[in-house]
């Protein structure tokens, strides 16, 4: 088949969450023999030098080549319109012409979209198949921000959930089938009720890339691994060091935690400060601090989706500590994969209950890698899409005679 695929983040190198689920699909579908295009916006000239990587994977590329200031722009001017701000963050004249020009120039056999933002780009096509991958759903994550946000914020935040909700629902009835990342995503998908076909297929783990090594950590650390300009992120560990840090260190005096992801906020450095607590910055490759861990911890409030630092976390053999939310986008069960706790208490007692106990450790690092292996590994994510691929044509098929 002739795909194209369209994309909110250049998905090479898939080094980040918004990357690595579209480029294991277009690798998926290369390798399956497809000539796949990919289209999206790199936001740098760096960006745009990386994505270049994606070659191999694919049989065509094009980039629209967007600036911060410009796009920030863009959001603004949406504010009093029904149209969400975030559509025009993702939006670009230049991919829109490369797109445009593709659709023309080009017989498709199914269009691939992977995130609502940019499905502005190809809403208008009746005569091709087109699959609509919302991933999480961004309406959620913008309401319950909306929760955390000091007034007036908290109004632009619930406002802009409220439209991004309205265009999900209008976008979804424009495409053949429409899938999400999790199943409690696939749920608030389908509460819509757009009369749409919907399914979801899971996040894998590169179980080969992302695994264990000689087992040897250090019993009095702890890690966190995230983007640290990334809000849901900083809220976590600005709480967490708060409330949960104290005490432990008033159980275990030497312990340290590593804070370790991108682009760090003032803020975030500050909590460097604590005793105990480094903040790193950006690393050019996050796995030893991970392994080198006693546990990770992901305690996060907000939370859509699959978190993939705990499945990537799980993959090496490391336990992790998580929050009920955060657990809802992971094929795992508590206790028995990983340990799940809400409360500041509940979270240092899991923490300490595996820390101070080796055999329990072990238990979990070995639980957690084979529920990867078995439940979140990529060929069986991929399975799942080819079949999803097929009743989207086939859906199509039906509701236009068999007529492309």
């Known amino acids: 088949m002739n795909i194209l695929y369209v994309c909110h983040r250049f998905p090479f190198p898939p080094k980040r969450g918004g990357k690595i689920r579209p480029f294991n699909m277009i690798r998926h579908l290369s390798e399956q023999g497809h000539q796949v295009t990919v289209c999206s916006l790199s936001r740098s000239a760096a960006e745009a030098d990386e994505g270049r990587g994606i070659a191999p994977y694919c049989a065509h590329f094009e980039m629209g080549h967007v600036s911060e200031p410009l796009q920030m722009a863009r959001m603004v001017v949406r504010l009093p319109l029904p149209t969400p701000s975030s559509m025009g963050y993702f939006y670009s004249t230049e991919l829109a012409d490369k797109v445009a020009l593709l659709l023309s120039s080009q017989k498709w056999d199914l269009i691939f979209v992977h995130c609502s933002s940019v499905a502005q780009y190809v809403e208008h096509v009746t005569d091709v198949p087109k699959i609509l991958d919302f991933g999480d759903m961004d309406s959620q994550k913008w309401l319950e921000y909306a929760n955390y946000k000091p007034f007036p914020l908290s109004l632009g935040y619930r406002l802009e959930g409220a439209k991004m909700l309205a265009a999900e629902k209008r976008l979804a009835k424009k495409f053949d089938l429409c899938t999400a990342t999790t199943k409690a995503e696939w749920e608030t998908l389908d509460s819509y009720g757009t009369g749409v076909p919907s399914d ?184 799942r899409l080819d079949g999803i691929i097929a009743r989207g044509i086939s859906n199509f098929s039906k509701n236009t005679g068999g007529v492309a």
């Open 200 to 383: 979801w297929f899971p996040n894998g783990v590169d179980a080969a890339f992302f695994c264990p090594t000689d087992g040897t950590y250090d019993p009095d650390t702890i890690s966190f691994i995230g983007r640290m300009d990334y809000y849901p992120n900083q809220e976590c560990m600005s709480r967490f060091c708060a409330q949960v840090w104290p005490l432990l260190r008033a159980n275990r005096p030497a312990m340290k935690l590593l804070i370790v992801g991108a682009d760090p906020s003032p803020a975030m450095r500050k909590l460097g400060e604590l005793p105990g607590v480094t903040v790193t910055g950006s690393v050019p490759d996050v796995r030893p601090y991970i392994r080198g861990s006693a546990l990770m911890v992901a305690p996060l409030n907000i939370a859509r989706g699959t978190q993939n630092k705990i499945l990537e976390a799980m993959a090496m053999g490391v336990p992790v500590v998580t929050s009920t939310i955060a657990a809802g986008g992971v094929d795992a069960e508590s206790e028995a994969h990983f340990l799940v706790a809400d409360t500041p208490q509940a979270c240092a007692q899991a923490i300490m209950g595996t820390v101070d106990n080796p055999a329990e450790r072990s238990r979990l690092a070995v639980a957690g890698r084979e529920r990867m292996l078995s439940h979140h590994a990529w060929p069986r994510s991929m399975q």
